[in-house]
């Protein structure tokens, strides 16, 4: 039985391919016109039908004992639409049932649909199906657990490595809830473009030193990780930029980034993880210090209905003004 398979680039170009397969409905009709019957009043015509797409999937299933391979479809745009996840949902509803894939959110928030779509990296319900014929693999260098999904437990262990929660040395009043933390307009401004991360590991996968050293335990995080790595460190809010960023200079890690920017153009966010990587590296040898909060913290309690009050009296916050 094949366990824990991991597949690259070099392996896809030696996976079988299987024959086409159709909507359930369009075989029936089929086989009806076979023995002479069929739609009303047409015998032997073919089926009302029209495929012009043909979808390629990476088919793999460990229970079955026999090893990956491409199953094709062939399907009908005007039926299924042409957002890739619909039409992963119209192959698994109309014609096969088995076909395993992650979503949830449909809107490009929860990061569960990556994949790896016509040869590069992106969530399914964002990415519009391109002209032509369509081929579609789970994210490369994981193991795959079944069909499109891959097993993300290694990417969500380099997650909690670099401890993605605020510490403060005050650390134990502020989790208890009672004291609110605050931070400038131009501070906050600081961590946009990286907590709009979701997590879907579309970059870490189709970074080369990512595939090289990414499986091994305290070697290369990741641009995912790292980006992460970055969010807390710049952060008004965070004590401990120090010891986190100690933590990333051994040479197994942060220099392990090429700066190839193979992160950047496959993020769906449009986020730029390389960039945030060199920063890193500037901080790491002092070239680059984090600047000193704007808003100094208060000893001051939370009270909530203090605040919701007052924010309900300020109403809605303004547009933010576009830059120039
Ligand atoms: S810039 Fe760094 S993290 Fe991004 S793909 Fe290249 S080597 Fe990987
Ligand atoms: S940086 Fe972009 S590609 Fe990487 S995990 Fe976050 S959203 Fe996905
Ligand atoms: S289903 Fe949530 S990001 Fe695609």
Redesign the pocket.
Known sequence: MLRNLRINYRSWMNVPIRGIKMPAIISKLMKKDKGGGGEKGSPGKPPPFESDKCVSIFRYDPEECEPPYIQQYEIDTKESGHVVLDILLYIKNEIDPTLTFRRSCREGIC?SC?MNINGK?G?ACIKSAPPGDLIIYPLPHLYVVKDLVTDLTNFYRQYKEIQPWLQRKDEKEFCEGTRQLKQSIRDRDKIEGMY?????????T?CPAYWWHGNQDDRFLG??AL??AYRWIIDSRDEFHCQRLEKLKSMWNLYRCHTIFN?TT??????N?GKLISKLKLMACDKLIKEIPDVEQDNELYDADETARKTAAAGPPKPKEKKK
């Open positions: 990061g990556a990296n969530l709009e991360c979701v997590l879907c590991a579309c970059c870490s189709s641009p995912a980006l992460h992160c496959a993020c769906p966010k449009h986020l993880p």
